[in-house]
């Protein structure tokens, strides 16, 4: 997913010639500029980032963390910040054995259905990419109740990131919360627009439900999940995995 974002995490030369390799497999992928994906919003968060985030949105060190994606560009150390940050940290690979993922490993929409599963029945769940998979989950959980569903600012995020040191830890988290939201699945962030003047009376089936159906979003022992799978919208069940694929940032 890296790769295909065409996004940079300050990894050099050696992140640009790999990540830049597997663009070049795809020749109908645009030209990539980093900076100002970035600046747009349009860049995944690195873990360290989505620690962060979380942490200042007031989760604490105890709830427990599934991460959805494949293998993690740069492997262990790019997740050591966010285990460091929420050492309750499960994958597939750490949940279920490799007898039990064998019929699954080989194909890519088998291994994102298993995925699917855990997150769409997550407490709350953390979107970090573009993606259909993450756009699918984020509709389903808004459509069967409004299940917490954070999706990162990552306009204003990116340069908040960047000026984190030269502010106070209190300043920082009073940023974080004010920046996101309308970004935390809440029921009204959504208003209707010039495209929905055919939808009769509302184009939100839950225009008069109580405000309290939105419920409480921080609870300490939360079960969050971020996805970070690049998926296709035809995507066959038994297409073999392409490796190269799923070399993905992370969430």
């Known amino acids: 997913m890296l790769a295909f974002s065409g996004c940079y995490y300050g990894g050099g030369d050696k992140e640009r010639s790999e990540l830049g390799k597997i663009r070049k497999k795809w020749k109908t992928l645009h030209e990539s500029h980093p900076d ?20 200042s949105l007031g989760y604490g060190e105890d ?13 262990e150390e790019t997740l050591s910040p966010l285990k460091a940050l929420f050492p309750n940290f499960y994958t597939k690979d750490t949940l279920a054995s490799k007898d039990e993922l064998e019929p699954f490993s080989a194909f ?19 979107t970090n990419n573009h993606g259909n998979m993450a756009k699918i989950l984020a509709g389903r959980r808004r459509y069967f109740g409004h299940k917490s569903t954070i999706r990162p600012n990552g306009r204003k995020l990116y340069r908040l990131f960047l ?10 988290v009073y940023r974080v919360n004010k920046y996101q939201k309308g970004f935390m699945g809440e029921p009204k962030e959504i208003g209707p627009s010039w495209g929905v003047f055919h939808e009769n009376p509302s184009p939100c089936i839950c225009e008069k439900a109580d405000n309290s159906t939105g419920g409480e979003i921080l609870h300490s022992t939360s079960r969050l999940e971020t996805s970070s799978r690049l998926t296709s919208t ?7 995995e392409d490796p190269e694929v799923d070399v993905l940032l992370s969430d």
Do not use: Q, W
């Open 36 to 55: 100002k994906a970035r600046r747009h919003g349009r860049c995944p968060l690195s873990p360290e980032e989505v620690g962060l985030m979380l942490r």
């Open 63 to 75: 709830i427990h963390i599934y991460v959805a994606s494949g293998e993690i560009y740069g492997g």
């Open 234 to 240: 035809n995507d066959d069940d038994d297409t073999p």
């Open 108 to 126: 890519s929409s088998r291994m994102a259905a298993l995925d699917f599963i855990v997150c769409d029945e997550s407490d709350v769940f953390v």
């Open 163 to 172: 000026n984190r040191n030269y502010m106070s830890h209190k300043e920082f």
